[in-house]
């Protein structure tokens, strides 16, 4: 039964990708705080528009292609009162809510009710944190129900789940699932996942230069939205110097700018702030990966990673920015050579670049890509007499 348009307010995703994001950080913050201090934030925020984030981010990770069209309505209670939604797979299968004026007023195939902060703590909260405690479940047609299985069951079962189960899925499976080629052709999402499992959780803020889908603004993301995915608690930004911006939702920003171009990288570092991890998937040409690491690698926070993808291309003629010829320009790995010299510094005579030597506590190489770790590099050198000897 489809509730009529009178009585429901017209509510699209796209609307819900403009939350503000201190409003939307404040929230992921307390979602790891006790229950009560979670509900002041609520009472902050206001539950309206804490509803409008819990439902947009629902609206990207449920995934409902295959399921019946059931009306589940999605009840959220705070301090007494209902927040309601009706929530129904779309003609392609994506997640549709539209807000309820009047929560009595549908007839709904299932009815669920749950409290607002509960359900704001599991899908923002750290690992471990997702209940259902408040969770009742009430089915129209009880008779129906009972004693076998339905379709419906399904389709509410992946509504629920994506509350209940927010670090279910691995890197691979939501880079699969969201057509990024860092698994496939590339290999990459093993080497993140050994490097990213540990702060899986944590409110990270993340960029990533290169959006995909080239001079196309419409097409593109694929990336940032299995980072948003796998860091739950995270706000993504995605640069592209084609214009993406439209690609913009909840918790995934995409900004313009040329990666070769200074100016441009310290505007993007205005809009996110300091930054926990930054991925260089854009032009793959040796003198922008160095102007990038140069202007972002000051805005990464300590015990942040920089990671470089694609250094194969090191080796190609076809990105050699002097007619072919790479000894007239440093390509991306004589750049990241010479990282490997810096963290020996403190023994290593006569060196020039100690811009980030002491900064860098770790690298980690693999096929086409490195993991630069950043964090204090201050052991001391052996006595000059060791040296010499
Ligand atoms: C390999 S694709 C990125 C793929 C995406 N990161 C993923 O994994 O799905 C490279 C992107 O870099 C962008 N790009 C090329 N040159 C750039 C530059 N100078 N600055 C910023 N982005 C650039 C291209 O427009 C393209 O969309």
Same mark, same amino acid.
């Given at each position: 039964?489809?509730?009529?348009?009178?009585?429901?307010?017209?509510?699209?995703?796209?609307?819900?990708?403009?939350t503000p994001?201190?409003?939307?950080?404040?929230?992921?913050?307390?979602?790891?705080?006790?229950?009560?201090q979670?509900?002041?934030i609520?009472?902050?925020?206001? /539950?309206?528009?804490?509803?409008?984030?819990v439902?947009?981010?629902?609206?990207?990770?449920?995934?409902?292609?295959?399921?019946? /069209?059931?009306?589940?309505?999605?009840?959220?209670?705070?301090?007494?009162?209902?927040?309601?939604?009706?929530?129904?797979a779309?003609a392609?299968?994506?997640?549709?809510?539209?807000?309820?004026?009047?929560?009595?007023?549908?007839?709904?195939?299932?009815?669920?009710?749950?409290?607002?902060?509960?359900?704001?703590?599991?899908?923002?909260?750290p690992r471990?944190?997702?209940?259902?405690?408040?969770?009742?479940?009430k089915?129209?047609?009880?008779?129906?129900?009972?004693?076998?299985?339905?379709?419906?069951?399904?389709?509410?079962?992946?509504?629920?789940?994506?509350?209940?189960?927010?670090?279910?899925l691995?890197? @691979?499976?939501?880079?699969?699932?969201?057509?990024?080629?860092?698994?496939?052709?590339?290999?990459?999402?093993?080497?993140?996942?050994?490097?990213f499992?540990?702060?899986?959780?944590? /409110?990270?803020?993340?960029?990533?230069?290169?959006?995909?889908?080239?001079?196309? /603004?419409r097409?593109?993301g694929?990336?940032?939205?299995?980072?948003?995915?796998?860091?739950?608690?995270?706000?993504?930004f995605?640069?592209?110097?084609?214009?993406?911006?439209?690609?913009?939702?909840?918790?995934?920003?995409?900004?313009r700018?040329?990666?070769?171009?200074?100016?441009?990288?310290?505007?993007?570092?205005?809009?996110?702030?300091?930054?926990?991890?930054i991925?260089?998937?854009?032009?793959?040409?040796?003198?922008?990966?160095?102007?990038?690491?140069?202007? !972002?690698?000051?805005? !990464?926070?300590?015990?942040?990673?920089?990671?470089?993808?694609?250094?194969?291309?090191?080796?190609?003629?076809?990105?050699?920015?002097?007619?072919?010829?790479?000894?007239?320009?440093?390509t991306?790995?004589?750049?990241?050579?010479?990282?490997i010299?810096?963290?020996?510094?403190?023994?290593?005579?006569?060196?020039?670049?100690r811009?980030?030597?002491?900064?860098?506590?770790?690298?980690?190489?693999?096929?086409?890509?490195?993991?630069?770790?950043?964090?204090?590099?201050? @052991?001391?050198?052996?006595?000059?007499?060791?040296?010499?000897?």
């Open positions: 039964m489809t509730v009529p348009l009178t009585e429901c307010e017209r509510h699209p995703m796209t609307q819900l990708g403009s994001r201190a409003a939307l950080d404040r929230m992921i913050a307390g979602a790891g705080a006790g229950r009560s979670l509900a002041d609520v009472d902050e925020i206001g /539950p309206v528009q804490v509803t409008d984030i439902i947009a981010e629902l609206g990207h990770r449920t995934e409902l292609r295959g399921c019946v /069209p059931a009306d589940t309505s999605l009840l959220f209670e705070h301090r007494g009162k209902i927040f309601g939604v009706l929530a129904r779309g392609t299968g994506e997640f549709e809510a539209t807000r309820l004026a009047d929560p009595t007023a549908a007839d709904p195939d299932v009815t669920v009710e749950q409290s607002l902060s509960e359900v704001v703590a599991s899908l923002f909260g471990g944190t997702a209940a259902a405690a408040t969770r009742s479940i089915w129209r047609d009880t008779d129906a129900v009972f004693g076998v299985s339905l379709p419906i069951f399904e389709t509410v079962r992946r509504i629920l789940d994506s509350i209940d189960r927010p670090y279910a691995g890197l @691979g499976e939501l880079c699969v699932a969201h057509g990024s080629d860092k698994w496939g052709l590339h290999q990459y999402t093993q080497h993140y996942e050994s490097h499992e540990a702060i899986r959780d944590r /409110p990270l803020t993340v960029l990533e230069i290169g959006v995909g889908g080239y001079s196309d /603004p097409r593109g694929e990336s940032l939205r299995m980072w948003r995915d796998y860091f739950c608690r995270a706000t993504v995605g640069v592209d110097i084609v214009d993406k911006t439209a690609l913009s939702g909840q918790r995934m920003t995409v900004l700018g040329d990666q070769s171009v200074p100016a441009d990288l310290a505007e993007i570092v205005r809009t996110t702030g300091l930054l926990d991890i991925i260089d998937d854009g032009s793959h040409l040796g003198s922008h990966i160095i102007t990038s690491f140069r202007a !972002l690698f000051p805005a !990464l926070r300590d015990g942040g990673w920089y990671v470089i993808e694609d250094l194969q291309t090191s080796y190609w003629p076809s990105f050699a920015e002097h007619s072919g010829d790479h000894t007239k320009s440093p991306a790995i004589d750049f990241v050579k010479t990282l010299d810096g963290l020996n510094y403190a023994e290593a005579d006569n060196r020039t670049d811009d980030t030597d002491a900064q860098i506590k770790g690298l980690h190489f693999y096929h086409n890509m490195v993991f630069i770790e950043k964090g204090a590099n201050r @052991g001391a050198g052996a006595p000059q007499w060791v040296r010499n000897a």
